[in-house]
């Protein structure tokens, strides 16, 4: 059981624009601001997004992080077939002193 | 570029000690805190230990307090994790990441780690 909420699945097809969200409690994002990982197929994580909606350089512009209130999310716009992986969103815990992550969010490109 | 190379890892009997080690090149090691963290076979991500830049300052996950210890060598590049009284559950790939503030940014490669009899 995973301290980060998200949906197991999510899908769409070439070209259109998926969300992912990500819940948890004010000890951890409501504090803390969340950072977005891409684990593609047999690979390790890689750094997708940080401090909610930072993109490190070399990351797409596809790929974009908000925060609604105490809700982050994921945006990927334009979807391709090399987007497909799991995401993982993570955040500091106050009260776990430790990062904690959700459980991952397997994208499917149809 | 940031490169992290994991090894140490195989397989190991319930009960008995593994060390990984990490060694870390492309930045400036001593100025960063270091994470372990795991996956277990088709499962999701899970935080491990934590290490400060000068290694004064260790967290733990509550799942391996007391049984893991990380650790770090500033003159070697090389980030540590001894781990004692495995158990089948501690079976996952381990990661080592490079600590941007409090959480991950960049991750090696990562260790097998599979406890069985």
């Known amino acids: 059981q995973s301290v980060l909420t998200q949906p197991p699945s999510a899908s769409g097809t070439p070209g259109q624009r998926v969300t992912i969200s990500c819940s948890g409690s004010?000890?951890?994002?409501?504090?803390?601001?969340v950072n977005w990982y891409q684990q593609l197929p047999g690979t390790a994580p890689k750094l997708l997004i940080y401090?909610?909606?930072r993109r490190p350089s070399g990351v797409p512009d596809r790929f974009s992080g908000s925060m609604s209130g105490t809700s982050p999310s994921l945006a990927i716009s334009g979807l391709q077939s090399e987007d497909e992986a799991d995401y993982y969103c993570a955040a500091w815990d106050d009260s776990l002193n430790g990062p904690v992550f959700g459980g991952g969010t397997k994208l499917t490109v149809l | 570029q940031v490169h992290l190379v994991e090894s140490g890892g195989g397989v190991v009997q319930p009960g008995k000690s593994l060390r990984l080690s990490c060694a870390a090149s492309g930045f400036t090691f001593s100025t960063y805190g270091m994470h372990w963290v795991r996956q277990a076979p088709g499962k999701g991500l899970e935080w491990v230990a934590l290490i400060s830049y000068d290694g004064s300052n260790k967290k733990y996950a509550d799942s391996v307090k007391g049984r893991f210890t990380i650790s770090r060598d500033n003159s070697k590049n090389t980030l540590y994790l001894q781990m004692n009284s495995l158990r089948p559950e501690d079976t996952a790939v381990y990661y080592c990441a490079k600590g941007d503030g409090t959480l991950p940014d960049f991750w090696g490669q990562g260790a097998l780690v599979a406890v069985s009899s």
């Open positions: 401090s909610n909606n």
């Open positions: 004010s000890s951890n994002i409501g504090s803390n601001t």
